[in-house]
């Protein structure tokens, strides 16, 4: 347990090499080290599919005629995988080889290996000598290489994967019956980390409860001060003892300092390490929330006779949290939590996203005006967090698991899992819950019991640690979906002692007509005026349906004392269990709006927050084709809506008063046309009597050309970093509407950079995707586009 003394004042940072840094603080943001960490990603070699055993071979630079090594760099898939596809997702063995050296004046140094994550089974292997075995796929690990490097001498870093089927490595379940995918690879970054012997532990690497790195807790929050504690620990890996001090500098936004401090000298023994308390007082703290998520910079820095030897930066918020029967409080203020749930994946590239596409990701979340995020169903990437923590998004962190219980060594690792995720991610102002619970899973007791446990161990604090479970047992939250409750009541009885909050809604009661979990026997069961799951290309009234299930599901979710309700889901996503895609997310697996994006962000503002999410809005939807229906719904954060019908004022109107918008913040508005005629319609919402939004559609004409655009969400293409950006061809008349119901075969062509995917690509709701992913080196992408018939205009991308 943490020793908070009344020492000193404030120190922080994240994890050991700077790399982890990526995951931790109540807030935090990726730390820079004295000696910063090596960007481990580029020039590795791959090959997959090979039957043989690790051999001399593996560590030489010779030409192997039996080993068709392929040039890659980091983050990789094993295998591209298809959109739809009656095959499964690709299973084996697969090897990355990094050839390296480090100077021999660094023969004095610390230097390990940081691997964010690799599914699922990784062997670390170097110059021939097996290192490690790492078992998990969602969570890092560090190697220390100090003692079997050759300095300054190549050496040769071997990586053996398998992410095949593993019933002791969770989520455990065989991917032919899982409800996600969990792809291949090293699919997140690698680092080189060169330190002094005498460093900041990392928390996962140290393996200690309630210790490793960084530990931050925030006590006495108010508008007025706050009170800043932390214990740092120090491992000392030098054959003699050590005397260290830490010295902290907090920073505002500004760059200003707004506190400092620098504790006694303390010894650390050889091979031994020493915790670090300190606490910091804040004056008038600018508190963090999803509206206005504010973030201070701490730089810490570890001294020894008066020199710098390791020194981290990182952000951090300033919140009090805490569930209660009758609400979540954020701050002392009774805070709904509207959210979703989100899979990581990407088409073709599966689990390997980039940290700017990780970023883009939450930038659609919060733009759909969701405040909280479930990390469905496993530990997300530490950028995704990160991104979180800048946009202001509350988050539900999970261990990985679905409807699968497995033996004594499964439970372990599980339980290892929960240790492991709590110590990484447990200094961001975003994460408020962590499901230590296996999701839609028969667990035993003593289980539940070990994992509630694992987080309250983790984090020994009187307040503001929540675990959350889907069987009402053990957890100080519960989190059951909607359809664990049956209709028409579903959990607007529920009179249980624990805060409530409804982890899914919206796609299996309408799905299977709340057939639970029996998926055998209603697997044919998809009854299109009732399902959620319907992709764009399914049309208007599909859209319109998908929608109108997830308004009336939500509004219904007001009547139960749930604290808060996330739907299912946020992104269209693939499975092992069905070749489809599965399509009720609000957006689809290329990150394009249904119409229930629009629903969605309609709840949020219409008060602009400090990232320029939640400003008025109004969205109409419909395509005002001649298959359209009359009733036209609209969806706004506004007070009032006019709709227009080519000029002439078709009615203006006060939302929705209904048995299915009776509870919401913002009703939609459905609008009466009486007889369809083509031309432009147009949606102006007002707010306090005055226009704030509007927002047209026109009747679309024939297909005449593409226009090209792509998916910047606040973050530029990058460079050497596998960045990729989803670039979209859309089929436009000759007013530049989209033609909905086209699904013309567009062919791409791309240079300064790498088309990833299928080409040429069929339209979709009339709109083609591709995968854009920047090269090492900066410059200019051009995209172009051409299809039958079709003029198509040029995109340069100014990659950073």
């Known amino acids: ?94 090897f990355y080889r990094k050839f390296f050296q480090v100077p021999a004046t660094d023969s004095s140094k610390r230097v390990a290996v940081h691997f964010q994550a690799a599914m699922h089974t990784a062997d670390v292997y170097l110059n021939g000598k097996k290192l490690e075995r790492h078992q998990g796929g969602y969570l890092p690990f560090t190697v220390d290489i100090s003692r079997q490097l050759k300095y300054g001498q190549p050496n040769c870093l071997l990586v053996k994967l398998n992410n095949q089927d593993n ?35 990392d928390p996962v690497e140290a393996g200690h409860t309630a210790g490793g790195g960084i530990l931050l807790h925030y006590e006495d929050v108010s508008p007025q001060s706050a009170t800043l504690r932390l214990q740092t620990e120090i491992q000392n890996d030098a054959a003699q003892a050590q005397t260290v001090q830490v010295r902290t500098t907090l920073l505002n936004e500004k760059g200003e300092e707004v506190g400092r401090t620098q504790n006694e000298a303390a010894g650390i023994a050889p091979g031994a390490f020493e915790r670090v308390d300190q606490q910091l007082s804040i004056a008038n703290p600018k508190l963090w929330s999803p509206e206005q998520p504010y973030r201070y910079r701490v730089v810490v820095e570890v001294l020894r006779a008066g020199q710098v030897i390791d020194r981290q930066e990182l952000q951090t918020g300033v919140r009090t949290v805490r569930f209660a029967t009758d609400g979540f409080y954020l701050n002392g203020q009774k805070t709904r939590l509207r959210g979703t749930n989100r899979h990581q994946e990407y088409p073709y590239l599966g689990y390997a996203l980039s940290d700017n596409a990780q970023y883009r990701d939450a930038w659609h979340i919060k733009a759909a005006g969701f405040n909280f995020v479930r990390c469905s169903h496993y530990p997300p990437s530490p950028a995704f967090l990160e991104a979180c923590d800048e946009l202001g998004i509350l988050v539900m962190n999970s261990i990985p698991g679905w409807q699968f219980f497995g033996g004594t060594e499964f439970q372990k690792n599980s339980l290892q899992n929960v240790h492991d995720m709590v110590r990484r991610d447990r200094n961001h102002p975003s994460v408020i819950l962590w499901e230590s619970s296996l999701n839609e899973t028969g667990m035993s007791k003593p289980y539940m019991e070990q994992t509630y446990q694992a987080v309250h161990q983790e984090l020994p604090w009187k307040e503001g640690v929540y675990t959350c479970g889907w069987l009402d047992y053990a957890y100080d939250v519960f989190i059951p979906a909607r359809q664990h409750s049956k209709a028409p009541y579903y959990w607007s009885k529920y009179t249980g002692k624990k805060p409530l909050l409804l982890c899914e809604y919206g796609d299996w009661e309408y799905y299977a007509q709340n057939a639970g979990f029996n998926q055998t026997a209603y697997a044919g069961l998809k009854e299109s005026e009732r399902t959620s799951r319907q992709l764009r290309g399914q049309g208007e009234r599909a859209l319109t349906q998908q929608a109108l299930n997830f308004q009336e599901a939500h509004n219904d979710n007001f009547r139960s004392p749930a604290v808060g309700d996330a739907n299912w889901l946020m992104f269209d996503y693939k499975r092992g269990y069905a070749p489809d895609i599965e399509s009720s997310g609000v957006a689809d697996i290329f990150r394009l709006p249904k ?206």
């Open 595 to 800: 119409f229930a994006y629009s629903f969605y962000q309609s709840q949020y503002g219409p008060a602009e927050d400090r990232n320029g999410f939640g400003k008025p809005m109004v969205y109409l939807a419909t395509y005002w084709q001649p298959a359209s229906s009359k009733q036209v719904v609209v969806y706004s954060n506004c007070d009032e809506v006019e709709l227009q019908l080519n000029g002439h004022t078709i009615a203006r109107q006060r939302p929705d008063q209904n048995v299915f918008a009776n509870k919401l913040a913002h009703p939609p508005f459905t609008f009466a046309v009486p007889t369809y005629t083509p031309g432009t319609l147009r949606a102006i919402a007002y707010r306090n009597g005055k226009a704030a939004a509007q927002t047209e559609r026109r009747t679309p004409g024939s297909a005449k050309s593409l226009q090209l655009s792509y998916a910047r969400l606040g973050k530029d293409l990058t460079a050497g970093q596998n960045d990729a950006v989803f670039v979209y061809a859309t089929v436009v008349d000759a007013n530049g509407t989209t033609v909905p119901d086209a699904t013309t075969s567009v062919r791409f062509s791309v240079q300064g950079a790498e088309l990833v995917g299928d080409n040429p690509v069929q339209a979709e709701a009339g709109i083609a995707t591709i995968l854009v992913k920047a090269g090492v080196t900066p410059g200019v992408v051009q995209v172009s586009a051409a299809a039958t018939g079709l003029s198509s205009n040029a995109l340069k991308i100014n990659t950073k």
């Open 1 to 94: 347990m943490p020793r908070f003394s009344s020492l000193t004042q404030v120190f922080l940072r994240v994890g050991s090499g700077l790399l982890l840094a990526m995951a931790v603080s109540e807030c935090t943001s990726p730390p820079a080290r004295l000696a910063p960490a090596v960007d481990f990603n580029q020039d590795w070699q791959f090959v997959k599919d090979i039957d043989t055993a690790v051999t001399a071979q593996f560590f030489t630079e010779t030409t192997d005629t039996a080993v068709q090594w392929v040039a890659v760099s980091l983050p990789h898939t094993a295998q591209l995988e298809p959109v739809v596809t009656d095959k499964k997702q690709w299973q084996g063995t697969c």
């Open 167 to 201: 019933p002791a490595v969770p989520p455990g379940k065989p991917l032919k019956d899982l409800d996600f995918n969990f792809y291949s690879g090293l699919y997140r970054s690698v680092q080189l980390l060169v330190q002094d012997k005498v460093y900041i532990s």
